[in-house]
Structure formats: C-alpha cells, structure tokens
C-alpha cells in the first residue's frame, strides 16, 4: 500500500500519546515511521489495558511503525540516532521544553546534521513563555486551557473531557504542521521548527466563548447547551438517550411541528428560543420521553432536524458504518500471523481518506527493538558483526519480549 507521503522518513522519539499518535497518522498517510525507543521501552506500553502484555492504547498509537531499542544515554546511542536522523526528513518529539537539548537532540544540533530537516515539538507549553519547562498531561492541558471549566452543568463540578483531548488534537495539529512544513520545503528547499503547545491547541478550541471574555462577562458551563442557540440538549427516551440540535430558522420550526409545542412556545429563531430554552427543554424532554430512540430520530430526520441516538462505545464497534468506513479495522497481532481470528488486533483505522491514494493501515505496533537490525541493516548499512558488537555492548537491542517493558523515568511525556 502506498499513501500521499510515501518515501518520506520520519524519525520519533516520543511517548504516550500526543507525538507516537502523530507519527501514526502520517503512517497513515504513507510515511516510513521509525520509533525511537529506549532499551526499556516507551512506558505507555505499561499502561491500562494489556493486549499480548502491552498496552492496547501502545497499539493503537503505535502501528505501521518500525521500532528500533537504542541507548540514547550513551555516546554511540547518540550517533547512531544523529545517522538516523540525517537521513530523515522528519523528527517528532513530545517532551518538555529543553529535555531534547539536554539528551543531544535539540534543533540547533541537529539542523547541523540534517539542514533540511522539519523538527516537529509537540510539548504542553511551547518553546516560549514562563511555562515552557513544565511537564504536562492531559489533564493539567485541559485545565489549563479553560475546558475543563467550561465542561459540566451549572450546579456541578467542572469536569474533564472523557476523551484525551490536548493529547489527540495536538497530535492530529502536530501531523498538519508536518505536512504543511514538507510543502514549503519543497517550495523552498529548507527545513524548519515547528513549535506546537498542547495548551494553544485546546485553547483554539474555546473560540465560541472569547467574545463574553472580551467584553468582560463571566462565562459559565451549561451542559449540553449551545452558548447561543436553542433548543441543543441530550433527551432521555424509553429506551436511551437522543441528542437534538438545532441551529437554523426552518429546523427550530420543524421540531416545535413535530413535538406539537404549543401556540405560546412557538420561538421564531434559535437565538430567540435561547431566552426560553427552560421552558423548551421542558417540552421535548416530556415529548422524548415515552418514545423509542429510533422513532424520535427517524421523526427528526423527516423533517430535517439534527438528531442522532447517544451511543455507548460497544454501539459504535458494532455500528457496519463504523466498519464501512474504515474507522475499526484490524492488523495480524504481534508475532501471529493474520489467518485466524485470534490472529487479529481491532485498532482504529486512518481519519484520512483519499481517491487517489490509499491510507495505510497494516502492520501492528512493534515488539521493542523488533526492526532495529533491519534498520541499521537497511538505512545505516552496518553490517551484522557490527550490529552483534552494539547488542553485546547494550547500545541497542532487538526485539525484547512484549511483557518485559516497564516504566523509563527518562522519557516522560512532556
């Protein structure tokens, strides 16, 4: 299979989620990936859980990728990922601010290396800024950025997100970054830092309430309410939940029709239906309430109004549209082969989607160190005495059994 960035090289040397989950996805446009990793392991394979002894979310960050064990902490560790290196395009990374410069591998280093390389920093702060050296996660980003704030009802508690947000949608802008950055260097012929904070990713998204902050009004969490419109709210049904919302003229109109509102609760936009919304939620939720999901969807539906059911996950893994489109899919498990289906991982498929290209999803995450003598065989061309002599001396190793990685306090998140 090829995709739109076949023959590019990527080098990562990251952990967890936000720089492992970019260099997936542009595995999944086409790109060579190669992972970084320490003798140990990324400690993301140690979390939650395990499928074959790893992490299943190490599976899904990690596939389509080659794994390579190197010793960074030693000087001959060190030239061998600078060789890597300038013969890449690409290097991702995702620690805090200053951790690459500290190990040998910072920006101004190796752009001596690889003058034409694109050095993509996915930290929690930045580069700039009083922030900059602090070690981040997911949650602290959502707190930080105001979302957390802003997510919940007003007589609750804030509360996160369920999904890892910072980490996902920076990983998703860190891979748009990279291939704007591969354009202009084929424009221009030069290589450059991108440097990305996990912090202005999330904080981008809270846009919608920047106006009431300029003009000096609180802004408070509303459930599932829209800022601005109505009504925008989940229903409860006899049998679920259905999520309705509206944001056009015709659509509001639609609903109250159907729902058989009342002459008095008859708003003509959903700006005006926000100074009622109480009242309005009051009515749909007592019209939703004794029907199926399905027939105030279908309901919906034939008028045109927005409505979906709520789906637990094990409906979305069920859902054919799901499937059709390439969302789940599967890859052979490490080390069986694909024939049975024990034989088989279900993992998330590419989000990219092309009609001259294929997106690329095939090979499982890698066992640590599984392609380290391919890759020092095939990019570095080391012969296999030298690569013996670097596994004797513990600068690298090849294919450590799955259940053996554990935590290296060294590379962290960042």
Request: proline share 6%.
């Amino acid at each position: 299979m090829s995709g739109p960035l076949a023959g590019v090289r990527v080098i990562e040397m990251g952990a967890y989620t936000a720089g492992p989950l970019c260099g997936r996805y542009l595995s999944n446009l086409g790109a060579e990936v190669i992972k970084v990793e320490p003798i140990k392991g990324d400690p993301l394979r140690g979390f939650a859980f395990k499928v074959d002894g790893v992490s299943y979310m190490f599976h899904l960050h990690n596939y389509n990728k080659k794994g390579v064990a190197i010793d960074t902490g030693t000087d001959e560790g060190r030239r061998l990922v600078h060789a890597l290196i300038a013969r890449a395009d690409v290097l991702i990374e995702n620690f805090a601010y200053g951790n690459m410069d500290k190990w040998g591998f910072g920006y101004e280093a190796l752009k001596k290396i690889q003058p034409g390389l694109i050095f993509c920093s996915c930290s929690g702060f930045g580069h700039t800024g009083p922030l900059r050296e602090l070690r981040a996660f997911d949650s602290m980003i959502q707190g930080m950025s105001g979302v957390v704030s802003l997510t919940g009802y007003p007589d609750g508690p804030p509360v996160k997100v369920g999904i890892s947000a910072a980490d996902s949608l920076s990983a998703a802008a860190a891979a748009m970054n990279v291939v704007a950055a591969l354009l202009h260097k084929k424009r221009t012929g030069r290589g450059q830092l991108i440097n990305l904070s996990m912090q202005d990713v999330l904080g981008s998204t809270t846009a919608p309430f920047w106006p009431d902050v300029a003009a000096g009004n609180a802004v408070e969490r509303d459930g599932n309410h829209d800022a601005t419109l109505a009504p925008q709210n989940v229903y409860a049904s006899a049998d679920g939940l259905v999520a309705i919302e509206v944001s056009r003229d015709e659509e509001l109109a639609a609903l109250l029709d159907i729902s058989g509102a009342d002459a008095d609760l008859r708003p003509a936009t959903p700006a005006e239906a926000k100074r009622c919304e109480a009242a309005l939620d009051g009515h749909l939720r007592a019209w939703v309430a004794p029907q199926r999901t399905a027939d105030v969807v279908a309901a919906c539906r034939a008028r045109g109004v927005p409505a979906a059911p709520v789906q637990q996950m094990g409906d979305v893994a069920e859902n054919p549209h799901t499937w059709v489109r390439g969302a789940l899919c599967e890859v052979p498990r490490p080390g069986q082969g694909p024939e049975s289906e024990s034989g088989k991982l279900k993992v998330m498929g590419s989000p990219y989607r092309f009609s001259r290209s294929d997106a690329v999803v095939q090979d499982p995450a890698p066992v640590i160190g599984e392609h380290t003598a391919v890759v020092l065989r095939g990019v570095l061309g080391l012969d296999e005495e030298e690569i013996a002599r670097l596994v004797a001396a513990g600068i690298v190793a090849l294919g450590k059994p799955l259940a053996a990685a554990d935590n290296y306090r060294e590379f962290q998140n960042s």
